[in-house]
C-alpha cells in the first residue's frame, strides 16, 4: 500500500486541515473550560465561567468603556510597534550585509536585548514620565533589539551563488540589495514582523498596567483591584482574539504578496 505522503514529516497545512483541526482545538478548550467551571471545580475567583466573562464583555462594552480603552491600545500598539520596526528594519538589514556595521553594532544589540525590557519601566517613568512616550519606548525596548537581530538573520540567509551571479553581471551594492538580497529575504521578514507584533502586545500590557490611565492593561490592572476575574479574563481573551485576526490578516498578505516563495503554503 502506497503510504500517504500527507502524513510525512513537515507536511505544508493546507487552509481546511488549519481551520479544521484548529477550530476544533478551540472547540475542544472551551468544552473543558465550560465544564469545569458548570460543577463548579473550581472557585469562579479563579476561572470564571464563559457565561460571567460574556456578561462582562457585555457590560463593558456597553456603557463604551471597552471600546475606550481599545481604541488607546490599537493607537498605541499601531505607533509604538511602527517606529521599533522602521527603525529594525534598515539596522538589521545592514547588520546582515556590511560585516563593519554587523561587527560595530550586532555587540551592542546582542547585550541590550537580554536585558528585561519590564526593568526599564521604571526608568522610562523617570526620564518621560507617564505619558505616551512612555509606552512607546516600552514598545521599542521589548521589540526592537529582538527584531534588529532576526531581520540580520533573514537577510544572511540569501544563498552566496544568488548575490556571487549579480556579482558576476557587473551589479553594485545598491542594486545587489535591490534586486536581489531584499527580494529573497522579503518573506522571512514579514514573518519576522508578523511574529514580533505578537510580542509587542505583551510589552504594551506591561506598560498600561504600571503606568497608564487608560487602554486595556489599565482596565486589567483596575478589574485586579476589584477582584473582577472575569473582567480580566475578558480583556485577555479579547486581546487573544485581536492578536489572532491580525495575524490572520498578515497571513493572508503574505499570500498575497509572496505566495511564490511558499510552495502552496496556507
Known sequence: MRRDSRRGLFHQVSARDYWVWGGSALAALFALWWTVTALQLVSPYFLPSPAAVLGAFTELWGDGTLQ???????????IGFSIATLFALPVGILMGTVWRFEAAVEPIVDFIRYMPAVSFVPLTIVWLGVGEGQKYSILFIGTFFQQALMVM???????????????????KTLPLLGRIVLPYSAPAIWDTIRITLGWGWTWLVI????????GLGHRIIVAQRYFHTDRIFMIIILIGVIGLVIDQAMRAIDRAWFGWSRGGAR
Open 153 to 171: 538573520d533573514n537577510v544572511k540567509r540569501t544563498p552566496r551563488e544568488y548575490v556571487q551571479v549579480g556579482q558576476t553581471l557587473g551589479m
Open 68 to 78: 475606550g480603552d481599545l481604541a488607546i491600545s490599537l493607537q498605541r500598539i499601531a
Open 207 to 214: 506598560a498600561e498596567l504600571v503606568a497608564a490611565e487608560s
